[in-house]
């Protein structure tokens, strides 16, 4: 910045030269730049209010300088403003946007205005220096053209002056401008901003806009057929997005994205004007849908620093199928609570509680939060990761000191260790609440001193010498829909840089340790499931009438088969003994009145075991015999398409005494004398399903029943499996 004595008033000539000079770059690479960069159409002018707010605005937030290198004196009372005025949407907007731009070029104005001789030639009152500044920047915008007005708008006196001066001093002041940007080498003063700022502004020009449904009033196919209507046409994702469309976000199933040009058309249509379509930032949304991961379904939800009411009315929208109540905390001003009960009525939400108490001043062991299982900490942050911060401010009613630190390129050391403190502070009362099972804490800031940090340092400093589980970092519960998500979320951290498409944002999910002999009911694994999105199209009510019937039918259903299948296994059992004594006894008769020769007995164990499934049969077609075989082989057997049983019940069987023919080998005696088989064999076998496996040896297959065995052949036509014994 040059200094007051390099600064000299010019004569009338030169300075009429200069602006010639300087209105032809005005018109042409200025105005072009400025447009092609920022997106910002041409300016007319704003209504009289508008200087006045943004006057007041301005001298807030403007940077205060060193008593040796103030140049201009800001008065310290504001101007006199309208209040219908100021809380019209439209002034509102207005003058935060013309009193944050200034903001961004204070140094080069007050430059201008000194080497134009505007100060301190001129004996204007100090408290005029902000509104005199505001105006000359939207002056400038205009490239230095006159204000249009409409007749019927009601001019305010001090306006007027200041317009007049500015006028009176139009030359000398473009002559300024044009040597401020040969200065600085710069098409435009847009130019000789930071890089940061003009990346933020660049990003802001093409954000889209995020709005979410209010499902409490009307279903997401419905806004999608309504508008199809109205000439919208939807495509797949964000990027696609182009003209008169629209795309579902891929982490919240509720927002839709929209160009941002498209707004003031939006905000003409009934969805928008019915409370079931609402614009917010997606960085809220991602922070309701995850509290909504973590509830039961009687679960309640404490809400500490929401800003926008927006935010605890999706929260409400979204758990409205359940038993659930918000909380919300910090409502200090009783005026607000009929404001407040009117738009969470027009919004179709019955479920929210306000408290008035701030939330470092609700204890833990407060009666109304005993079955608060969530909480949802939104602290006041730094902010950077916002790209339109003038939206942000108006909706999330943040504190207008965020202008100054976006116009600085970024906030100082010293604001953000109070930050820091300021947000451990309620992540550690946040949990001392013993009944809460998961806190959910989300900034804005792309700061690590306010997010990792302080995430970190509340986890280390727990005391561990209360009874109840201590908390643990959880991995996100969003989807993750890119490589680049899944690597930035390697640390369970979830975090989305600023970009063209979104603002930057921080979530961290903190959940307590399972306690090993807490059960957790069949309803609120399902609820969870229908939080994370796998039930869709399942819904977890109360059952009819008609499914009641249904369910007593399929337990006198179940009884009754599980009767018949005992009486059936009853019966397969008595046959099993009745046909092991027979056999039994059947055997004993025929050694008693055979004589065999010299065999070879082989005992079967008595530990030999069949095992019976505890289990009733579903099919009674099933042979008995099948289902009580041992599998102590596995042969790959054809697909048996009976239901598997568990086997708990054992039978024990009793000893067999298997009687086998002799084994005569070849040439073992005397050529000529051939052995002496007996006439009569019986042979005692064990009944088993048959079973082919490939690749196997085949078993020579045992002699039918009622045949009589083969008598009197010779050794040399016996047939071995293995014939080299």
Known sequence: MPQPSELQCLPDDSAEELSQLATLALSGDE????????????????????????????????VEKSPEKVLIKYGNEPLPSLPAESEDEFFQRSSYELAFSTLKYQDILETLLIDSCIFPSTTIPDHLSSLIIVMLYDFQDRKFQSRLLSDHEESIAEVQEV????????????ASLARCRIKHDALSIYHILPETVRNQELRASTLPLYAWINTCKISPEEVYHRLKKKGYSKVKS??????????????????????????????????????????QDK?????????????????????????????????????????????????????????LKKLFINMGCKNIEI???????????????????????????????ISNPVEFILNEHEDMDLLKDFSQGGASEDKLH??????????????????????????????????????????ECQDHGTKVQPYRLSPPVLPLCSL??????????????????????????????????????????????????LLEGIELGKSSKREKKKKKSRTLLQKASATDSNRIQAKIAEFLSRETNTGANWSQALTT????????????????????????????????????????????????FARPRPEDRMLVLKPVEIVLPPVTFPFSTPQGIRPQIPTQHFYCRWVRPKIVVPGYLSVPSTSKKGEKPKENLPSSLLRHRRPWL
């Open 238 to 279: 964000a990027l696609h997005i182009e003209g008169k469309a629209f795309a579902v976000d891929q982490h919240c199933h509720d927002v839709l994205i929209f160009p941002s040009h498209l707004k003031s058309d939006l905000l003409n249509i009934d969805l928008f004007k019915d409370y079931k379509l609402i614009f």
């Open 418 to 459: 109070v930050l820091a403190q300021q947000q451990y502070a309620q992540l550690t009362h946040a949990m001392k609440f013993t009944k809460a099972q998961a806190v959910v804490y989300c900034t804005c800031s792309v700061y690590p001193e306010e997010n990792e940090a302080v995430v970190k340092k509340a986890l």
């Open 31 to 62: 105005a072009s730049s400025e447009q092609d960069s920022r997106g910002v159409p041409e300016q007319t002018g704003y209504p009289d209010p508008v200087y006045i707010m943004a006057a007041n605005v301005f001298q807030g937030i403007r």
């Open 593 to 640: 009145k055979t004589c065999p020769p010299p065999k070879s007995t082989v005992q079967v164990a008595s530990s030999t075991q069949v095992r019976r499934p505890s289990k009733t049969a579903t099919n009674p077609l099933v042979p008995a015999l099948l289902k009580n075989t041992s599998p102590s082989r596995t042969y790959g057997r054809p697909p048996n």
């Open 163 to 174: 317009e007049n001066l500015l006028n009176s001093f139009r030359t000398k002041l473009a």
């Open 355 to 385: 408290l008035h108490e701030t939330f470092p001043n609700i204890e833990s062991k407060d009666t109304r939060l005993q079955k608060v299982k969530a909480i949802l900490l939104l602290p006041r942050c730094s902010g950077l990761g």
């Open 484 to 533: 680049q998500e899944i690597q930035l979320t390697a640390d369970k951290f979830f975090r989305m840089e600023p970009s063209e498409l979104t603002n930057g944002c921080f979530l961290s999910v903190l959940t307590r340790e399972r306690d090993p002999s807490e059960t957790v009911s069949v309803k609120d694994v399902l609820a969870r499931a229908a939080a994370k999105g």
């Open 283 to 339: 960085s809220r949304s991602l922070a309701v849908h995850s509290v909504k991961a973590l509830l039961n379904m009687d679960d309640d939800v404490l809400m500490v620093n929401t800003g926008s009411w927006y935010t605890v009315a999706h929260m409400s929208v979204l758990t409205s199928n359940n038993n659930s109540k918000i909380f919300v905390c910090g409502v200090q001003s009783q005026a607000k609570h009929p404001d």
